[in-house]
């Protein structure tokens, strides 16, 4: 391609640069923009005439109005009352929080006192008592307040009066008699700071003193511009104290002795009527705050004053309250509008027309070291003085991009050409170029110009230097980088591209995971890793030089969207991306995203529009103008979210939770969070146990049953923000709700009789039919009778053997043997012959004990089994009890022999049907049958026996045979 060289010889653009110098004169400062959301009626603020504001120990926002208090729960405004012990409207002046955990709210002309109030207590749960006063209060409309030894002091008109507890009461006098002053002591007070002991009081006429003890003290303040009565006293933390009159601030120093009186900028007349809204705040940075007119913010630095206004515009009404709450958030109250809170106060700067900017989109900044900010737009080029805040030259030409080379020099495009600019001089020169895309410093005195229609190089060492088309380079690409090795690498359509430094051009990526992703950008994290936007996406790319080696995808779950603009890899290792979701926030391990709600002058970026700058602070254009995070490690700070239950409802009646009778009506709960930073960001899920089978989304800030269940439960309250890495909080309150009148235990009692009766009736009806049944009954009976009595007499032959061995139970043993002993029985004559043993099973209990009852009965069925297998002819074998077995042995024989046989054939192992095997031993005792002898005593004779062959180590037998006659001879 070929092109003009346009002033060629460099001679200065008279006719152009005569405009451009006569437009490049320092615009005049203006106050900083400061983003903000304002609360109002909408929000439920019925009235806007804000008076005061207080943050609670739980973090709620207090709102004093002319009618009434209200408190902010994140999400809404309500209002407190009745429920609260309070009367409904009345001008609230203040709420203050004692060093005692008192929460004081003062009204026109009542005071009211919560005690204790904790972190865990929401302000509409809170009950409020008045407090009396011995000494009036009259209609004070401009009181100050300050808490102080444990009470609150306050101005009265023309007086100070001291709310304090005296005998467990709270109670109100005057200053000067609970401390025991001359009535007349302190009088025109106008301002009141409590630091430890020390009261500072600032006066109507203009002085400063301090109370310490009962002693009253005044600095020596020099003659001050009138007005010169004193609204606000601050302290800094170090000594240092600081007083606040309508137009003039002064800084006092005890220790050292040293007092100076300072103008305060931008005061007008606009707080003439309202200098009882002038505050002092301290910023979290620790600077000093208060108000100016037109709704502006003066802060003093060491360098002076630098002023801020909401949204950077003026403000008709004055500003009623200046706080900071504990989120580092400000919020401000103004009459009329209501509380507004700013976002990103502190760690935001933000930039537009109003601060001077050409236009109000932004394209492309520019750092120069130790020089001004340049920046693009739709409608020109502007240089930024940073650090003083303003546009100091604005060259009205539209332009996207914007790069300096190693002279110093800049560069950017235009329509239909490439600029280059020498801000010292301002001579430029314009070359034929079109549809360029990116402008890269080179690595050797050289510049990049990406282009649709190829890539350029331009030697900037020489003066007389024209671009140069790269050869074998003429594709369109659409953006690209020089690493730190000095490879180029470039987008070409949906190709990734490499070029090393000896020319060669090698295709690193010629296509994406995601078939729809076009690249659009690239940023380099390290030598080996590369961040790759565009339409579809966000990839992480890692090298290896020549080619990607690997790839991560990142998506709308990360960075809120798939349409990505910029990217910037800052010196943390942080990766910003910007999209029209706002930036999107990597520091490695979480992704973080940053809204408008954070402080951005807008969410919606331009394409390569974030740079970081030589501190560190992070510059992002925007479709609205310019925004400069002043401190991105804030944008990480990790918060811990609060949800919060701010009431509930049966039907119109507030429910605390506590059990109450049964109730159709409507249950309601209101909820919001409190973390007012991210408030735009905060989703909820609730879940009522026992009613809900999982978590509901809210989509309100208000949940509402048709009513509640009987039985205790449990509701469930989740917040959650899915632009932050954060475990999400959940609060749970417990209900109770009595049961209806028709499941009371009285109705129970009445159900189960009405249906005893029932069935008394229907048994009645029954007998009836039984009774006719009788008859044809009776038959059937006597027909079965003798059925029954045949089983009967097998049940009676049954009845005398053991179930369990099969032998005779013991009834039947015992009777067998009282036969046998009888001399009349038939063979009697046998009972010569008679002898009984007993058998006893060794250590059965260890066998139940060891093995189980089962076993136990597996080892008596075997011994069982055996006596009947070896039982002979004239032996009647029983089991006599447990685990004792009877043997009755008749006729001729050694009876010992034969018992000792039967005792042996029992003392073996058993195999139990568990597989195992239990070793069993018997123990046995004999006893021979005397004649006349009873079976009582005949079996006691062999249980002597038995019992001592248990007695001598058991598994024997032991005899008690009669004893042969003695010899008569002798």
Same mark, same amino acid.
């Given at each position: 391609?070929?092109?003009?060289?346009?002033?060629?010889?460099?001679?200065?653009?008279?006719?152009?640069?005569?405009?451009?110098l006569?437009?490049?004169?320092?615009?005049?400062?203006?106050?900083?923009?400061i983003?903000?959301?304002?609360?109002?009626?909408?929000?439920?603020?019925?009235?806007?005439?804000?008076?005061?504001?207080?943050?609670?120990?739980?973090?709620?926002?207090?709102?004093?109005?002319?009618?009434?208090?209200?408190?902010?729960?994140?999400?809404?405004?309500?209002?407190l009352?009745?429920?609260?012990?309070?009367?409904?409207?009345?001008?609230?002046?203040?709420?203050?929080?004692?060093?005692?955990?008192? @929460?004081?709210?003062?009204?026109?002309?009542?005071?009211?006192?919560?005690?204790?109030?904790?972190?865990?207590?929401?302000?509409?749960?809170?009950?409020?008592?008045?407090?009396?006063?011995?000494?009036?209060?009259?209609?004070?409309?401009?009181?100050?307040?300050?808490?102080w030894?444990?009470?609150?002091?306050?101005?009265?008109?023309?007086?100070?009066?001291?709310?304090?507890?005296?005998?467990?009461?709270?109670?109100?006098?005057?200053?000067?008699?609970?401390?025991?002053?001359?009535?007349?002591?302190?009088?025109?007070?106008?301002?009141?700071?409590?630091?430890?002991?020390?009261?500072?009081?600032?006066?109507?006429?203009?002085?400063?003193?301090?109370l310490?003890?009962? =002693?009253?003290h005044?600095l020596?303040?020099?003659?001050?511009?009138?007005?010169?009565?004193?609204?606000?006293?601050?302290?800094?933390?170090?000594?240092?104290?600081?007083?606040?009159?309508?137009?003039?601030?002064?800084?006092?120093?005890?220790?050292?002795?040293?007092?100076?009186?300072?103008?305060?900028?931008?005061?007008?007349?606009?707080?003439?009527?309202?200098?009882?809204?002038?505050?002092?705040?301290?910023t979290?940075?620790?600077?000093?705050?208060?108000?100016?007119?037109?709704?502006? @913010?003066?802060?003093?630095?060491?360098?002076?004053?630098?002023m801020?206004?909401?949204?950077?515009? +003026?403000?008709? *009404?004055?500003?009623?309250?200046?706080?900071?709450?504990?989120q580092? #958030?400000?919020?401000?109250?103004?009459?009329?509008?209501?509380?507004?809170?700013?976002?990103?106060?502190?760690?935001?700067?933000?930039?537009?027309?109003?601060?001077?900017l050409s236009?109000?989109?932004?394209?492309?900044?520019?750092r120069?070291?130790?020089?001004l900010?340049?920046?693009?737009?739709? =409608?020109?080029?502007?240089?930024?003085?940073?650090?003083?805040?303003?546009?100091?030259?604005?060259i009205?030409?539209?332009?996207?991009?914007?790069?300096?080379?190693?002279?110093?020099?800049?560069?950017?495009?235009? +329509?239909d050409?490439?600029?280059?600019?020498?801000?010292?001089?301002?001579?430029?020169? #314009?070359?034929?170029?079109?549809?360029? #895309?990116?402008?890269?410093?080179?690595?050797?005195?050289?510049?990049?110009?990406?282009?649709?229609?190829?890539?350029?190089?331009?030697?900037?060492?020489?003066?007389?230097?024209?671009?140069?088309?790269?050869?074998?380079?003429?594709?369109?690409?659409?953006?690209?980088?020089?690493?730190?090795?000095?490879?180029?690498?470039?987008?070409e359509?949906?190709?990734?591209?490499?070029?090393?430094? #000896?020319?060669?051009?090698?295709?690193?990526?010629?296509?994406?995971?995601?078939?729809?992703?076009?690249?659009?950008?690239?940023?380099?994290?390290?030598?080996?890793?590369?961040w790759?936007?565009?339409?579809?996406g @966000?990839?992480?790319?890692?090298h290896?030089?020549?080619?990607?080696?690997?790839?991560?995808a990142? &998506?709308? =779950?990360?960075?809120g969207?798939?349409?990505?603009?910029?990217?910037?890899?800052?010196?943390?290792?942080?990766?910003?991306?910007?999209?029209?979701?706002?930036l999107?926030?990597?520091?490695?391990?979480?992704?973080?995203?940053?809204?408008? %709600?954070d402080?951005?002058?807008?969410?919606?970026?331009?394409?390569?529009?974030?740079?970081?700058?030589?501190?560190?602070?992070?510059?992002?254009?925007?479709?609205?103008?310019?925004?400069?995070?002043?401190?991105?490690?804030?944008?990480?700070?990790?918060e811990?979210?609060?949800?919060v239950?701010?009431?509930?409802?049966?039907?119109?009646?507030?429910?605390?939770?506590?059990?109450?009778?049964?109730?159709?009506?409507?249950?309601?709960?209101?909820?919001?969070?409190?973390?007012?930073?991210d408030?735009?960001r905060?989703?909820?899920?609730?879940?009522?146990?026992?009613?809900?089978?999982?978590?509901?989304?809210?989509?309100?800030?208000?949940?509402?049953?048709?009513?509640?269940?009987?039985?205790?439960?449990?509701?469930?309250?989740?917040?959650?923000d899915?632009?932050?890495?954060?475990? +999400?909080?959940?609060? %749970?309150?417990?209900?109770?709700?009595?049961?209806?009148?028709?499941?009371?235990?009285?109705?129970?009692?009445?159900?189960?009789m *009405?249906?005893?009766?029932?069935?008394?009736?229907?048994?009645?009806?029954?007998?009836?039919?039984?009774?006719?049944?009788?008859?044809? @009954?009776?038959?059937?009976?006597?027909?079965?009778?003798?059925?029954?009595?045949?089983?009967?007499?097998?049940?009676?032959?049954?009845?005398?053997?053991?179930?369990?061995?099969?032998?005779?139970?013991? &009834?039947?043993?015992?009777?067998?043997?009282?036969?046998?002993?009888?001399?009349?029985?038939?063979?009697?004559?046998?009972?010569?012959?008679?002898?009984?043993?007993?058998?006893?099973?060794?250590?059965?209990?260890?066998?139940n004990?060891?093995?189980?009852?089962?076993?136990?009965?597996?080892?008596?069925?075997?011994?069982?089994?055996?006596?009947?297998?070896?039982?002979?002819?004239?032996?009647?074998?029983?089991?006599?009890?447990g685990?004792?077995?009877?043997?009755?042995?008749?006729?001729?024989?050694?009876?010992? *022999?034969?018992?000792?046989?039967?005792?042996?054939?029992?003392?073996?192992?058993?195999?139990?049907?568990?597989?195992?095997?239990?070793?069993?031993?018997? =123990?046995?005792?004999?006893?021979?049958?005397?004649?006349?002898?009873?079976?009582?005593?005949?079996?006691?004779?062999?249980?002597a026996?038995?019992?001592?062959?248990?007695?001598?180590g058991?598994?024997?037998?032991?005899?008690?045979?009669?004893?042969?006659?003695?010899?008569?001879?002798?």
């Amino acid at each position: 391609m070929s092109f003009l060289l346009k002033n060629k010889y460099f001679q200065p653009l008279a006719i152009v640069f005569g405009c451009l110098l006569a437009l490049s004169a320092a615009r005049p400062a203006r106050s900083q923009t400061i983003a903000a959301t304002r609360y109002g009626m909408a929000a439920g603020l019925t009235n806007t005439a804000v008076l005061s504001a207080l943050q609670l120990p739980n973090g709620e926002m207090l709102v004093g109005t002319q009618h009434g208090f209200f408190a902010f729960d994140g999400r809404q405004f309500l209002p407190l009352g009745p429920e609260q012990g309070l009367p409904v409207g009345g001008m609230a002046q203040a709420a203050v929080m004692t060093t005692g955990g008192d @929460l004081v709210l003062v009204l026109l002309d009542r005071i009211y006192v919560a005690h204790a109030v904790t972190e865990d207590m929401p302000v509409l749960g809170l009950h409020f008592v008045p407090v009396a006063a011995h000494a009036a209060l009259s209609r004070d409309e401009f009181r100050k307040i300050a808490p102080w030894r444990g009470g609150l002091v306050m101005t009265d008109r023309d007086r100070l009066l001291f709310l304090h507890r005296v005998g467990g009461e709270d109670r109100i006098d005057t200053l000067e008699s609970a401390l025991g002053l001359a009535e007349g002591t302190l009088t025109d007070v106008s301002a009141l700071h409590a630091e430890r002991d020390r009261l500072w009081l600032g006066t109507g006429g203009g002085r400063l003193c301090v109370l310490a003890g009962r =002693s009253l003290h005044c600095l020596p303040v020099p003659a001050l511009a009138p007005p010169r009565r004193v609204d606000a006293i601050a302290e800094d933390g170090r000594g240092v104290l600081y007083a606040r009159t309508l137009r003039s601030l002064i800084t006092a120093d005890p220790a050292r002795g040293t007092l100076r009186v300072e103008p305060v900028p931008h005061i007008g007349t606009q707080y003439e009527n309202y200098q009882r809204f002038l505050t002092i705040a301290w910023t979290p940075d620790g600077r000093l705050m208060t108000q100016a007119d037109d709704g502006e @913010l003066a802060i003093r630095t060491d360098d002076g004053w630098t002023m801020r206004m909401l949204d950077g515009e +003026p403000i008709a *009404a004055p500003l009623s309250v200046v706080l900071f709450d504990r989120q580092r #958030n400000l919020w401000i109250g103004v009459p009329g509008i209501g509380m507004i809170l700013t976002r990103g106060f502190g760690v935001f700067e933000n930039f537009d027309r109003r601060n001077g900017l050409s236009g109000a989109i932004i394209w492309q900044m520019l750092r120069r070291p130790g020089g001004l900010l340049w920046i693009t737009s739709d =409608s020109g080029i502007d240089a930024l003085d940073t650090a003083a805040r303003r546009v100091v030259r604005a060259i009205p030409q539209a332009a996207f991009l914007i790069a300096a080379d190693d002279r110093g020099r800049l560069w950017h495009d235009g +329509p239909d050409y490439l600029a280059r600019m020498d801000p010292a001089t301002g001579l430029q020169q #314009n070359y034929d170029m079109r549809r360029i #895309n990116k402008i890269l410093p080179g690595r050797e005195h050289d510049m990049w110009i990406l282009s649709d229609t190829g890539a350029w190089r331009v030697d900037t060492a020489r003066a007389d230097t024209t671009p140069v088309p790269v050869p074998g380079m003429g594709g369109a690409y659409a953006s690209g980088l020089i690493d730190r090795d000095g490879a180029l690498w470039l987008i070409e359509g949906r190709r990734l591209l490499v070029r090393r430094r #000896n020319g060669i051009v090698t295709v690193a990526r010629a296509g994406w995971p995601k078939a729809d992703f076009i690249p659009n950008l690239l940023a380099a994290q390290d030598a080996h890793t590369l961040w790759v936007t565009g339409q579809g996406g @966000l990839y992480r790319a890692t090298h290896d030089g020549d080619r990607i080696t690997a790839l991560t995808a990142f &998506g709308p =779950s990360e960075i809120g969207t798939d349409m990505t603009y910029a990217v910037l890899v800052d010196h943390r290792g942080w990766v910003w991306i910007g999209s029209d979701h706002g930036l999107a926030l990597f520091d490695g391990a979480h992704w973080t995203r940053v809204t408008a %709600a954070d402080g951005l002058i807008a969410d919606d970026l331009d394409q390569d529009s974030l740079i970081e700058d030589t501190d560190g602070t992070i510059w992002v254009g925007t479709s609205r103008g310019l925004s400069h995070i002043l401190r991105p490690e804030q944008l990480r700070r990790a918060e811990t979210l609060r949800p919060v239950i701010s009431r509930m409802t049966l039907g119109d009646v507030p429910y605390d939770g506590r059990a109450v009778a049964f109730s159709r009506a409507p249950f309601r709960v209101t909820f919001g969070a409190l973390d007012y930073r991210d408030e735009g960001r905060i989703r909820f899920r609730y879940r009522l146990e026992g009613v809900d089978e999982g978590w509901n989304e809210a989509t309100e800030d208000t949940v509402r049953y048709p009513s509640l269940p009987p039985g205790t439960h449990r509701f469930l309250l989740q917040a959650y923000d899915p632009g932050r890495d954060q475990e +999400p909080a959940i609060v %749970a309150v417990s209900l109770g709700m009595g049961r209806p009148w028709w499941q009371s235990p009285e109705v129970r009692i009445g159900e189960i009789m *009405a249906c005893g009766l029932a069935g008394y009736g229907l048994w009645r009806i029954r007998v009836g039919l039984l009774i006719k049944q009788r008859r044809k @009954l009776r038959e059937t009976v006597e027909r079965q009778t003798a059925e029954i009595r045949a089983a009967h007499e097998a049940l009676v032959r049954q009845s005398r053997l053991d179930s369990l061995t099969g032998l005779l139970n013991r &009834g039947a043993i015992q009777a067998h043997l009282q036969a046998c002993l009888q001399a009349d029985a038939p063979g009697a004559d046998l009972a010569i012959g008679l002898a009984i043993g007993l058998a006893d099973v060794d250590h059965f209990k260890a066998i139940n004990d060891q093995m189980g009852h089962l076993a136990g009965d597996e080892v008596l069925t075997e011994i069982g089994r055996r006596l009947r297998l070896g039982r002979r002819h004239g032996e009647e074998v029983g089991r006599y009890g447990g685990e004792e077995f009877l043997i009755v042995l008749q006729g001729d024989g050694d009876k010992a *022999a034969r018992m000792e046989d039967i005792r042996r054939s029992l003392s073996r192992a058993v195999a139990l049907s568990s597989g195992r095997t239990r070793r069993v031993t018997v =123990s046995a005792g004999l006893a021979e049958a005397r004649p006349g002898e009873t079976w009582q005593a005949l079996i006691g004779r062999a249980d002597a026996a038995l019992y001592r062959a248990k007695k001598a180590g058991r598994n024997r037998m032991e005899t008690e045979l009669e004893p042969e006659p003695a010899d008569q001879s002798n």
